[in-house]
């Protein structure tokens, strides 16, 4: 069993930025890969960024690019979202997500074996 807490949402201006982080526990952590997804109500998880384990290769969603950032701590099994020049429709709940063994599409939410909580981060206008 693995769990996942995430953290660092909170209420922030438009332009402003955020560090989401993603800490992981339980059985020995040795996943394929972590991801980053968002939610708003009535809508389906959203991928943002995902990121292979051993290596750190990543990869992005289109719209993510240039406002997000994706990292990993090996050591400390965790993995970060640094947040750039957020926007109110960037409101949402972020989810950080792991997936135990290799798959083609980080982006694909079905892929994920484990998922945290989720983070609120809200941006007013």
């Known amino acids: 069993q693995v769990q996942l807490v995430e953290s660092g949402g909170g209420l922030l201006q438009a332009g402003g930025s955020l560090r989401l982080s993603c800490a992981a526990s339980?059985?020995?952590?040795?996943?394929?890969?972590m991801g980053w997804f968002r939610q708003v109500p009535g809508k389906e998880r959203e991928f943002i960024a995902g990121i292979i384990w051993a290596g750190g290769t990543t990869n992005y969603a289109g719209s993510s690019k240039g406002r997000f950032t994706i990292s990993r701590d090996y050591a400390k099994n965790t993995v970060s979202l640094q947040t750039y020049s957020l926007k109110p429709e960037d409101t949402a709940v972020y989810f950080c997500a792991t997936v135990l063994r290799p798959v083609l599409r980080l982006n694909l939410a079905e892929n994920y074996d484990y998922w945290g909580q989720g983070t609120q981060v809200t941006v007013s206008s």
């Open positions: 339980g059985r020995t952590f040795s996943p394929y890969a």
